[in-house]
């Protein structure tokens, strides 16, 4: 994942991300949802890293009976991220971090929380029951400040795009494509299209050539 927002309240979550993978070389490779949402657990989940460890954690979770909510599912999600980081890196290398992100109202309960587990701090949960707001990856260049409208989330993800499009960051990253609004309420969860960054059809035809070459070869 490139890009990931989300602002969570006392009864509600929303989570905004954009929609374009890349390769480790930076080349466009799909575009694709980037934000899981498991009804059923009454949580949605978003990943920054590579998409096979997303698809590895979205399949256990989906699958396992223990998983009632997102408290049983965070009770023994930094063992199985840790089995697979460690079975992806045997398998195609070493991967510089991954980052992994809960959202979700635990049984009984009226109010969300929001878990995070790092790479770099061996998946440790890091729990967030109270309001909050925050960008993954933040501005380096500028002051980062809670937009107030659909217009003010164009903006900032326009300006940190911006900032990493033009080096001005310290760990480059990649955003493009679409940006989904995913909105969780105890017992619901919607998403919304919130805007088409204005390359997206360049994107798109680089994505193109991209997979021609590989079929060619």
């Given amino acids: 994942m490139s890009l990931l927002m989300y602002s969570m309240w006392r009864d509600g979550v929303i989570v905004i991300a954009d929609t374009l993978a890349c390769l480790t070389t930076y080349e ?64 195609h290398g070493a991967i510089s971090t991954s980052e992994f ?9 009226d109010e969300p929380v929001h878990y995070r587990y790092q790479s770099k701090n061996d998946f440790e949960p890091e729990r967030f029951p109270d309001p909050l707001f925050g960008v993954v990856p933040g501005p380096e260049t500028f002051a980062l400040e809670q ?40 017992g619901s969860i919607s998403s919304n299209h919130w805007h088409r960054f204005p390359d997206y059809d360049e994107t798109d035809k680089a994505i193109v050539r991209l997979h021609q070459k590989r079929e060619a070869k």
């Fill in 147 to 186: 937009p107030d409208t659909l217009e003010d989330v164009i903006k900032l993800a326009t300006r940190i795009r911006d900032e990493n499009d033009r080096g001005l960051t310290e760990d480059h990253v990649v955003i493009g494509g679409d940006l989904f609004a995913f909105e969780i309420r105890n």
């Fill in 28 to 91: 466009p490779s799909s575009f694709r949802t980037k934000v899981s949402t498991l009804p059923h657990l009454n949580m949605v989940f978003a990943s920054r890293g590579p998409s096979l460890l997303d698809r590895r954690f979205q399949h256990w979770i989906s699958l396992d009976w223990a998983c009632r909510d997102i408290e049983t599912v965070n009770d023994v999600a930094p063992k199985h991220l840790r089995q697979y980081q460690a079975d992806f890196v045997q398998e």
């Fill in 101 to 109: 992100y809960l959202f979700g109202f635990p049984s009984g309960s």
